[in-house]
């Protein structure tokens, strides 16, 4: 059952929120930092009880804060994951919801769309290719007990 949260059911609902995350420790911090940014971000935040977990809903029509969006959407550009997350949480649930964005979330959303391929396809390849070049270095050691440093005439 979908309901719409107060102040007072806002502090029920992180208690409850910390409590379904288990110890308060590093990584519950982390998503009760994300839920009070959504809320901070969206406006008013609906939830339901699933399996002693809280799941957090979106209201619509949202209240887009577009302060504190500019604030985490530069986080998250500077490398913040949480920032990131939070944005890519608010974008899915509002995408799958066929709800319309609001324009700086769309933008960001976009751009993160089309850096994830290229960033995900360049990561694969290094990989790759350092797994490759480790195991002809390897081979090579193996028979033919070549000594794997650099010549002694180049410098370090």
Request: positive net charge.
């Amino acid at each position: 059952m979908t309901k719409p949260v107060t102040e007072a059911e806002l502090v029920e609902l992180a208690q409850k929120f910390v409590k379904s995350r288990g110890d308060f420790g590093p990584e519950s911090s982390r998503h009760s930092w994300r839920f009070f940014k959504k809320v901070e971000l969206c406006g008013k935040i609906s939830f339901r009880e699933d399996d002693s977990r809280i799941i957090p809903k979106i209201d619509l029509p949202m209240e887009w804060n577009e302060k504190s969006a500019a604030n985490l959407i530069t986080a998250a550009q500077r490398g913040d994951a949480d920032a990131d997350i939070v944005l890519r949480e608010i974008a899915a649930e509002l995408l799958e919801r066929s709800a319309d964005l609001p324009d700086q979330l769309r933008q960001y959303a976009a751009t993160c769309l089309r850096n994830y391929r290229r960033s995900k396809r360049s990561a694969h390849k290094t990989h790759s290719r350092n797994m490759t070049v480790a195991g002809i270095v390897y081979s090579m050691i193996r028979h033919t007990g070549l000594n794997p440093t650099r010549n002694r005439e180049t410098a370090a």
